[in-house]
């Protein structure tokens, strides 16, 4: 089964390119939503409370906005956090492919919203990787619009890669600087050719 990685910078599109490649009847993990999946595992919440205090929880569940205030605060915290979610995000995350590899699907499409390069992420074994790129000023509008603070799309925007990094790491690159029916045009005719070989 194919893993067709897509990344991109917060408002870049990701989901537009993701949901066009569900429209041509893809099954798809989105790794964010892994990631607080994760966070409703007892032995995850434990660890959270033990690292960084029981004001994270609300009631059974992990607030994600103060666990989210303590674990960026500085690298350290950051690494803390990571210790003891990737680890599960990875488990979780492969027994998603594997459940979709045996219903006999032939391509799976990830979304990651954190990719860092392919060595040092899940998508060391991503067979595409495709980047989503926009220009700054329209990722922090979209990003707004959809019901963000600026002040934290541009926090969250200085801690990801650069766009120069994205395209270094990809096999396709889509410059999504148009509308959204423009991007998913380009996505479906890109798979359209890239199915040809599987």
Partial sequence: MKKLFIIGGMGAGKSTARKALVDAGLPYIDLDKVGHDVLAWDTVREELVDTFGADIMDGDEVNRKALAHKAFVS????????RITVPRIEDAYRDKVAELEAAGHPAVVVEHSVFKNRTSSLAYDADVVIAVLAPLDVRIERAVASGFDEADVRRRIARQ???ADRI?????VFNNDGTPEELHNQ???WWGEYR???
């Fill in 196 to 198: 040809k070989d599987l």
């Fill in 75 to 82: 690298p350290a915290e950051t690494r803390k956090l990571n």
């Fill in 161 to 163: 890669i650069t766009d």
């Fill in 187 to 189: 996505v479906i005719a």
């Fill in 168 to 172: 270094e790491a990809a096999d396709v």
